[in-house]
């Protein structure tokens, strides 16, 4: 009887284990994502401050 819970138990311990493992793998691959995302992000600012910028360099050109 107790060698039958001893099993139930390792087994469902190398579940968990495996389910760990899985969601580490995964919880990595978002966190690779969001850096990704998030450099993506920075860019995109930055070309919108860049095009902002020339917008109103040729704004005032065109006025004065």
Known sequence: MLT???KK????NADLKS???ELTRK???LEVEYRRLEN???EQAA??????????????????
């Open 47 to 64: 070309a919108y401050k860049e095009s902002e910028a020339q917008c109103w360099k040729e704004t005032s050109s065109a006025a004065g």
């Open 40 to 42: 993506e992000r920075e």
């Open 9 to 12: 138990l390792t087994n469902e």
């Open 19 to 21: 389910q760990l493992s």
């Open 4 to 6: 039958r819970e001893n």
């Open 27 to 29: 919880f990595h691959k």
